[in-house]
């Protein structure tokens, strides 16, 4: 027998403090992301501890996709077997810690990665990288237990938000006292991974004080390699009943590697390929922040509205006029100069086109975690988000390995079209997923095996 939505019990909704709580993580966690992925170390691994300047960089940009995508590889093989674990034996917080302790070592002993030293490098980042993005799944694994479900899009897009503010905060600081990614200013620049472990250590601090631990621990029968194994087998063997979120994660794997290409490539491809100044470049962070929280947050209550899909279709829409933006900047910024007599340059322009791509950034991610924990039963709800955190990693796997490589032989500006046939198999895809269904399904099986 099935349930329908008005049999369905009213999920309550958690405290605002614990909610404030689990939105910390992501307020604490930007910063790894930023500072180290993104616009700090990302730029000073390629361009200083690599620095292969004759060669175009290829080779370290080469390398920065290899260590990533090694680190997301890993994430495939372990983030559903996690899951298991944590939702058999109730332990989500543990298992965050550990990945939160990790990633703030490792973090913070890139320090010691001075020019020339690329294995060490290499090392910490996979280390690092993939404590990091265990964390979250691990994170993301509470949101269905936050409220009920036509309120996930709008709890979601304010963890995104929050996200947001915070990486604001943390490279904001960086930017303005550690100075520019470059060998002259290596000695204080070095600092920042001990700055990005100590933001974490600090202000993910009331994630662990407010955030609850739901569900009863099941008997340890079984070791926790067993019951990891099990589980995700009975999963897959159910899968065929998760029609829609099957569906949705390899919609979702097309996305994410764009995605990633963009987290991982933006700010290089802006040093190697725009050719901006420091300041064009810390306005330009700031710009991707401001818009991809107002996306997360505008995007999060319209989703609630009009459906959690069809936003997640809307903001793949726009990924693929960012990514074409991207790609065009420096022709356009000749044509608008030609045609309008106008002396810009092409770093001016791509500020513009910042904008679009914050705004897609923002709100893609938020509607794609607010789907999965739609599809999700409660009691399954930390594995399938280890699948959210596979197919997430195994899109990067896939993105950064094939930009890496392409763009070894064509070049990073003809390279990043890449991103946006990628987008269009993703929103091709997502056509076939229908929200109703998915969320009928996860109501289904909780009525056969209760809550």
């Known amino acids: 027998?099935?349930?329908?939505?008005?049999?369905?019990?009213?999920?309550?909704?958690?405290?605002?403090?614990?909610?404030?709580?689990?939105?910390?993580?992501?307020?604490a966690n930007q910063a790894y992301t930023l500072l180290i992925i993104t616009v700090v170390f990302g730029e000073l691994f390629t361009t200083?501890?690599?620095?292969?300047?004759?060669?175009?960089?290829?080779?370290?940009?080469?390398?920065?996709?290899?260590?990533?995508?090694?680190?997301?590889?890993?994430?495939?093989?372990?983030?559903?077997?996690?899951?298991?674990?944590?939702?058999?034996?109730?332990?989500?917080?543990?298992?965050?810690?550990?990945?939160?302790?990790?990633?703030?070592?490792?973090t913070a002993l890139l320090y010691f990665v001075a020019p020339g030293y690329v294995w060490l490098g290499l090392i910490l980042i996979v280390v690092s990288n993939y404590a990091y993005s265990m964390g979250e799944s691990f994170i993301a694994a509470f949101l269905p237990g936050l409220g009920p479900p036509e309120s996930l899009g709008r709890i979601s897009g304010f963890g995104w938000a929050l996200g947001y503010v915070g990486g604001l905060f943390a490279a904001g600081f960086t930017l303005?006292?550690?100075?520019?990614?470059?060998?002259?200013?290596?000695?204080?620049?070095?600092?920042?991974?001990?700055?990005?472990?100590?933001?974490?250590?600090i202000t993910a601090i009331p994630t662990f004080l407010w955030v609850k631990e739901r569900g009863t621990p099941q008997p340890v029968a079984l070791s926790y390699r067993a019951i990891a194994w099990q589980r995700v087998s009975t999963t897959l063997h159910e899968l065929r009943r998760f029609r829609d979120l099957a569906t949705f994660l390899v919609s979702l794997l097309f996305s994410m590697a764009g995605v990633y290409i963009i987290i991982a490539f933006a700010f290089i491809y802006g040093a190697q390929v725009i050719g901006w100044d420091e300041s064009i470049r810390n306005l330009?962070?700031?710009?991707?922040?401001?818009?991809?929280?107002?996306?997360?947050?505008?995007?999060?209550?319209?989703?609630?509205?009009?459906?959690?899909?069809?936003?997640?279709?809307?903001?793949l829409v726009l990924w693929v006029a960012a990514i074409l933006a991207i790609w065009a900047t420096p022709s356009l910024t000749a044509w608008f100069n030609a045609a309008l007599g106008l002396d810009w340059q092409a770093q001016h322009l791509f500020l513009l086109v910042g904008c679009l791509a914050g705004l897609s950034l923002g709100s893609s991610q938020s509607a794609s975690r607010a789907l999965v924990g739609l599809f999700s039963p409660s009691r399954k709800a930390a594995e399938f988000f280890g699948f959210w955190g596979l197919a997430n990693k195994l899109a990067g796997v896939v993105g950064i390995v094939a930009l890496g490589v392409l763009q070894s032989v064509v070049g990073l500006q003809a390279s990043i079209l890449l991103c946006a046939a990628l987008f269009i198999v993703a929103i091709l895809i997502c056509l076939?997923?229908?929200?109703?269904?998915?969320?009928?399904?996860?109501?289904?099986?909780?009525?056969?095996?209760?809550?």
């Open 432 to 451: 076939g997923v229908s929200q109703s269904r998915g969320m009928q399904a996860a109501r289904d099986w909780e009525a056969r095996n209760g809550r």
């Open 176 to 201: 303005v006292v550690l100075g520019e990614a470059s060998a002259e200013n290596f000695e204080r620049i070095r600092w920042v991974g001990p700055f990005a472990a100590g933001f974490f250590l």
């Open 1 to 27: 027998m099935s349930v329908t939505a008005t049999d369905a019990p009213a999920k309550p909704w958690a405290s605002r403090k614990e909610i404030l709580g689990w939105a910390m993580f992501d307020f």
């Open 48 to 106: 200083v501890i690599v620095g292969d300047r004759g060669d175009g960089y290829r080779l370290a940009n080469f390398l920065w996709s290899l260590a990533l995508a090694i680190s997301y590889l890993l994430v495939v093989i372990t983030g559903p077997l996690c899951g298991a674990v944590m939702d058999y034996r109730a332990e989500k917080k543990r298992f965050l810690f550990a990945s939160y302790v990790v990633t703030i070592v490792a």
């Open 284 to 315: 330009m962070f700031i710009i991707v922040q401001v818009t991809a929280a107002a996306g997360a947050i505008g995007f999060g209550a319209i989703q609630d509205r009009i459906g959690t899909r069809v936003t997640y279709l809307i903001t």
